[in-house]
């Protein structure tokens, strides 16, 4: 048995302690959650249609091999990872993903690649996680590859062309926002700044290349 001297060392012992510690949370309540630093940024890389394999490359790290949809954190594959997408049925698709750097959409649209109707909005700079800033997602659209009848075929990349004029179109008009603010009066002429001129260029060039895209891959889909 505990001898009353014990007892009474005991006692004082845990006095100590309970008025050392943090009072108990209410009951049927949590204490609150700790802080955190932020959590790395990630990617939601994905296809359409979904369900198909795509192989992350970069940088210094092994290639990863994903089913979309997949979160991925795409700063550990440098400045410029590669996402290549591929599935039965459909032709095979390669994207470079460049990390922002500027503020402004008007830079970023004369660096070729840096924008794509595949691509979420970038985050803005000063949110910047010092991880380098990528979209929040990709969504690589990928083609079918074959058809029962040239009818079918001809209609299938009708709509592809016609997303893709949809799509340039959408960033367009987030172009023409962002230099509407940075235009210039002379002599009665509304005038755009050099930047601009360059970016509306660059655009129309891209949505050319993506429309050419579409009709190569229409030539080169089989019937069956």
């Known amino acids: 048995m505990i001898n009353a001297r014990a007892m009474t060392g005991l006692a004082a012992t845990l006095f100590l302690v309970a008025a050392c510690a943090d009072p108990p949370p209410p009951s049927g309540t949590f204490p609150p959650n700790p802080q955190r630093p932020d959590a790395a940024p990630v990617t939601l890389i994905d296809t359409m249609p979904t369900g198909h394999r795509c192989i992350v490359t970069g940088g210094k790290a092994p290639p990863l091999t994903v089913t979309t949809p997949r979160l991925v954190p795409l700063h550990q594959y440098g400045d410029a990872p590669v996402i290549d997408c591929f599935g039965d049925g459909f032709l095979r ?30 985050p803005k700079r000063e949110r910047s996680s010092g991880k380098g800033d990528f979209p929040a997602w ?26 893709i004029d949809t799509a340039w179109s959408t960033i367009e008009d987030r172009l023409k926002l962002e230099c509407r603010s940075r235009q210039t009066q002379a002599q009665g002429l509304i005038l755009l700044d050099a930047l601009c001129k360059d970016a509306f260029h660059a655009l129309a060039d891209r949505q050319a290349a993506d429309r050419t895209t579409v009709e190569v891959n229409r030539r080169q889909s089989t019937i069956r």
């Open 138 to 163: 990709v969504r690589i659209r990928l083609q079918r590859s074959g058809f029962d009848s040239i009818a079918e075929r001809d209609r299938y990349y009708a709509v592809e062309a016609q997303w």
């Open 93 to 122: 698709q390669r994207k470079a993903i460049l990390a922002n750097k500027s503020t402004r959409l008007a830079e970023q649209m004369i660096v070729p690649g840096a924008i794509d109707p595949a691509f979420a909005p970038y």
